[in-house]
């Protein structure tokens, strides 16, 4: 397995940092602070997208290439194209975390106190899936199942839920800070652990480690996946309106960006049929009683704006090639 560092020393407000990769682009984005950052996938090219100062989490949206982005109590959408934003749902709560299921249009949001929530892309059919006061789900999405992967604080229990959220399942699995769906399988992070899971008619079927960080220090706060194995169709339209609504400059078809994302060839070892680029945002904790401490004030206090300067944390994104 080879391993790169990508980008070393930046902060993460949260203990999730999202990140995510455009292939369209071919740039991998990541929170900094409160600005998004990019670059290729080499670490070169580093540079923060314009009109973003204060995000704390963002998802991004493949087909009409923008991210959904959460600053304090809103649900904002920026534009890839042309930078523009525009509002797309409030709440009471502070927004922690956002993903994007393009294909259907819908996003989905956790909060801290806040539950779970979904809505259309454009902030029509607002739905609580999740109304009780968890702090901050963890969530990511399988969307050729329709399913919610989430997790909550009170307990380390991976579970899962359909769109609608009906059909509420708890796994004899555990994770911590990130989750990323890749084809069959689900990417865990469990303190320095990266774990594969492999799942067949809603029932876990196989679970390797596939990666393991032996600095002590180091909890994996964030994932993606990548998938080399196949070439991603594109199609070029003209943009009418900076609206989500609209087909943006680069677009992508549905059909052909659900095969490319979600299909994998090749092996990794252990595992059969899967070859994918895993990236990974470490958080290094250095003295573990001051990250509790941190925790605690970043509970009690999100609310507030004191909180969201949070604490300044060392972070490193690692890329990690699982294929040979």
Same mark, same amino acid.
Request: charged fraction near 15%; proline fraction near 2%; aromatic fraction near 10%.
């Given at each position: ?37 990019? %670059? ?16 704390? *989490? ?11 982005? *959460?600053? &304090?109590?809103?649900?904002?959408? @920026? ?11 409030? =709440?009471?709560?502070?927004? +922690? ?12 949001? !956790? ?9 259309? /892309? ?22 050729? =199942?329709?399913?919610?992967? @989430? ?8 579970? #899962?839920?359909?769109?609608?959220? #009906?059909?509420?399942?708890? @796994?004899? &699995? !555990? ?6 769906? /890749? ?16 799942? &067949? ?6 679970? &390797? ?15 993606? *996946? ?15 309106? %900076?609206?989500?609504?609209? +087909?943006?400059?680069? !677009? ?54 004191? *909180? ?7 972070? =490193? ?8």
């Amino acid at each position: 397995m080879n391993t790169t560092t990508l980008h070393r020393t930046f902060t993460t407000l949260g203990m999730y940092q999202s990140l995510d990769w455009n292939p369209v682009d071919q740039r991998l984005y990541y929170i900094n602070g409160t600005k998004i950052m990019s %670059s290729f996938l080499n670490g070169t090219n580093l540079e923060s997208l314009p009109n973003l100062t204060n995000v704390m *989490a963002f998802g991004l949206d493949v087909v009409t290439q923008g991210l959904f982005y *959460a600053e &304090e109590q809103h649900i904002k959408y @920026y534009s890839l194209v042309d930078h523009s934003t525009k509002t797309v749902a409030r =709440q009471q709560y502070t927004i +922690s975390m956002v993903v994007i299921d393009p294909f259907k249009k819908l996003v989905f949001w !956790s909060s801290l106190f806040g539950g779970l929530k979904r809505s259309n /892309c454009d902030g029509s059919g607002r739905v609580d899936l999740i109304n009780r006061p968890y702090y901050k789900p963890v969530i990511t999405l399988d969307t050729t =199942q329709e399913i919610i992967y @989430y997790r909550i604080l009170n307990s380390d229990k991976l579970r #899962s839920m359909s769109y609608d959220g #009906s059909g509420d399942k708890t @796994y004899d &699995e !555990s994770t911590y800070f990130a989750m990323v769906v /890749c084809d069959s399988h689900l990417l865990l992070s469990q303190k320095n652990k990266i774990v594969l899971v492999g799942f &067949e008619n809603g029932n876990i079927t196989s679970r &390797e480690i596939i990666y393991t960080d032996h600095d002590n220090r180091i909890d994996i706060s964030g994932i993606t *996946a990548i998938s080399l194995s196949n070439r991603f169709q594109t199609t070029t339209t003209q943009s009418t309106s %900076s609206t989500y609504v609209s +087909s943006s400059s680069t !677009s992508i078809s549905d059909s052909s960006m659900r095969s490319s994302l979600m299909t994998t060839t090749s092996s990794h070892p252990g595992v059969k049929g899967l070859n994918v680029i895993v990236i990974v945002s470490v958080v290094v904790v250095v003295i573990g009683a001051v990250v509790i401490a941190g925790m605690v004030t970043y509970i009690v206090c999100w609310r507030t704006r004191r *909180a969201r300067r949070g604490v300044n944390i060392n972070n =490193q994104v690692q890329l990690l090639e699982l294929a040979r």
